[in-house]
């Protein structure tokens, strides 16, 4: 939990997001703090190997952004995509 100190112990959660064409489930029963919230951001190490490949922007939702992580130091691959980049293509009618 980014800003804020977590006084609860764990607890079990599902994780789900946008992340693979087949389902939205990252992880059941994973062990998190038990004061998070939807909206809080959860790092993971991976998704799925087709994950940023194979990502659609079906309902208008952005993709994420890719980091690259080494040696304690994070990096930007790509940047995540907004609304503006979403929009850019269409014409108009």
Same mark, same amino acid.
């Given at each position: 939990?980014?800003?804020?100190?977590?006084?609860?112990?764990?607890?079990?959660? $599902?994780? +789900?997001?946008?992340?693979?064409?087949?389902?939205? &489930? /990252?992880?059941?029963?994973?062990? /998190?703090?038990?004061?998070?919230?939807?909206?809080? +951001? /959860?790092?993971?190490?991976? $998704?799925?190997?087709?994950?940023?490949?194979?990502?659609? $922007?079906?309902?208008? &939702?952005?993709?994420?952004?890719? +980091?690259?992580?080494?040696?304690?130091?994070?990096? *930007?691959?790509?940047?995540?995509?907004? *609304?503006?980049? *979403? /929009?850019?293509?269409?014409?108009? *009618?």
């Amino acid at each position: 939990m980014i800003g804020r100190a977590a006084h609860e112990g764990a607890r079990d959660f $599902t994780v +789900v997001g946008h992340h693979c064409e087949s389902g939205d &489930t /990252l992880a059941d029963a994973a062990a /998190l703090p038990a004061g998070i919230h939807p909206g809080d +951001v /959860l790092a993971v190490a991976a $998704t799925g190997a087709y994950n940023h490949s194979m990502a659609s $922007t079906y309902n208008m &939702t952005g993709r994420p952004p890719v +980091v690259a992580v080494s040696r304690g130091k994070a990096r *930007l691959v790509v940047r995540r995509e907004g *609304l503006d980049d *979403l /929009l850019r293509r269409d014409v108009g *009618l």
